[in-house]
């Protein structure tokens, strides 16, 4: 019996250690993959892990290249600080795909393991639009402040991580909690022309981030322990390497499980997928990584077929893969969908994106041939804030350089537009300029393949409830 007891304590003892140790350093090895499922079973569940996943992972290699990695030529600055680009972006930022060029982007990346931090924003024209973006590990837009949401007269706002539990400070408009401890805040800033830089930087010099001991005046509590960050995959080796896998295990250490969800991690811990796990795959068995590879390129595969069947016919649209959780249902394949074509779009009531790849006649669009696009007379796109039309070179969904530095068209671009005789407005988008008659509607194109994306900010119901339609490229 004292034996026993001895074994019992030390057994309650190992237990204890292991459920206590942080999230952040928690490790172990994953099961034999072999030995637990079949080489079909170990494709199957690669599959569904890597449709979850993909997001996590993709929106990893984006704070990698602007938070960590110093050496990177697209580098902003360290955790819980503010960094404003006095700009728009231009072909030479290419970590985000299909990025916008109309408003000026600030960034916060929040790591909320030591404590939350306060947010402040400044009073703000009534007439510019803005907005932060409160994006989670896994891509979703969990929470908004702005023009739509909050209004423009300023506030603060309390950004916390999942596992914070306390009352909302004097002073404080509202809390904002992330189901992950890493998360990323995107602020845009309306710009009205070129000669309106100075004002936008004004606005985000107002823009500040405070720890919550601080704005309380308190002792900082105890530092979260440092993350060692691993080296993220490009967008290339994303597409085939096994070693995905390991990276999503890394990012998962930061995203706790969600009750809803313990089953789906569950099963991908049959192929040693799960937070802090070591995916080795050198360690496999060759059918077991070949399977792997496979499931990889399987969920590449039901990708392409919904842009093919859903997507490019106009079935389904950013609305249906940018939201919060809720507004996803856990469809993980339409949250793919949105990072792999668009990380960090906006939720539908913020911004909707018409986006064309193909002309009226449903073919590919290209440098090589050349098309207009036209609003009729009175069906310029509804929206509250302002819009745009803006053209990426593809398949890297990047802007695509031109001699006149132009990447899109907008609203504050019309009185500068010319009009058609019975009032509409017609945009040439080719490669080669149009004429001098028509240089102020020109839109440049590559030589080879190129995607339109409208963007739509703060649409009105019209856009939302598809009354109004956005008009397709047609070929001359």
């Known amino acids: 019996m004292r034996r026993l007891a001895v074994a019992l304590v030390a057994l309650l003892l190992t237990s204890c250690a292991t459920t ?34 993909f997001p996590m992972v993709d929106n990893y290699r984006v704070q990698y290249a602007y938070f960590v990695d110093k050496d990177n030529p697209e580098y902003k600055g360290g955790w819980n600080q503010i960094h404003n680009a006095a700009r728009v972006y231009t072909p030479e930022d290419t970590a985000i795909q299909t990025p916008n060029s109309d408003t000026p982007y600030s960034m916060l990346g929040a790591d909320l393991r030591t404590e939350p931090l306060v947010l402040t924003v400044p009073p703000i024209d009534q007439d510019r639009y803005y907005s932060l ?53 995107l602020y845009r800033t309306q710009l009205f022309g070129p000669d309106d830089l100075d004002n936008v930087k004004r606005i985000q010099a107002g823009y500040q981030v405070t720890p919550l001991s601080v704005h309380l005046n308190q002792p900082s509590p105890p530092a979260a322990p440092p993350i060692d960050f691993v080296p993220p995959l490009s967008r290339e080796q994303q597409r085939t390497s096994p070693q995905f896998f390991d990276i999503l295990n890394f990012t998962m250490k930061f995203a706790p499980t ?27 068995s060759p059918e077991t990584r070949t399977a792997i590879e496979a499931g990889m390129a399987d969920a590449w595969a039901e990708l392409d077929a919904l842009k093919k069947d ?62 207009v696009y036209r609003f009729a007379p009175g069906q310029l796109p509804p929206v509250n804030a302002f819009w745009s039309l803006t053209l990426y070179e593809m398949p890297q969904s990047l802007l695509s350089d031109n001699p006149i530095d132009r990447y899109l068209i907008n609203s504050a671009m019309l009185p500068d537009l010319v009009k058609d005789p019975d009032g509409g407005y017609t945009l040439y988008v080719q490669h080669d300029p149009p004429g001098q008659d028509r240089m102020a ?32 490229p047609e070929k001359v």
Do not use: C, H
Request: hydrophobic share 35%; charged share 25%; glycine share 12%.
């Open 20 to 53: 206590d140790r942080p999230t952040e350093t928690s490790s172990a090895p994953p099961p034999p993959a072999e030995a637990s499922v079949s080489p079909e079973q170990a494709r199957e569940i690669a599959k569904d892990a890597y449709v979850y996943g």
């Open 133 to 185: 973006q409160f994006i989670d590990g896994y891509t979703y837009n969990f929470a908004y402040v702005g023009s739509r949401t909050t209004g423009n007269g300023g506030g603060r706002y309390l950004l916390v991580g999942p596992n914070w539990q306390g009352e909302k400070p004097d002073g404080i408009n509202e809390i904002i909690r992330s189901d992950t401890e890493l998360a990323f805040v």
């Open 258 to 284: 969600l009750p809803d969800e313990a089953a789906v991690r569950e099963r991908f811990e049959d192929i040693g997928v799960g937070a802090g796990r070591t995916f080795d795959a050198e360690s496999l």
């Open 310 to 371: 859903k997507i490019d016919t106009g079935e389904v649209g950013s609305a249906d893969f940018f939201g919060t959780r809720k507004d996803l249902k856990d469809n993980y394949l339409y949250r793919m969908a949105g990072a792999a074509l668009g990380i960090y779009g906006n939720t539908a009531a913020e911004a909707v994106y018409p986006n064309f790849a193909n002309d009226s006649t449903g073919a590919p669009l290209t440098g090589a041939n050349k098309y």
């Open 441 to 472: 509607n020109w839109l440049p194109a590559p030589e080879g393949p190129f995607a339109l994306v409208m963007r739509l900010y703060w649409p009105k119901p019209d856009a939302l409830d598809g009354q109004w339609q956005a008009p397709q």
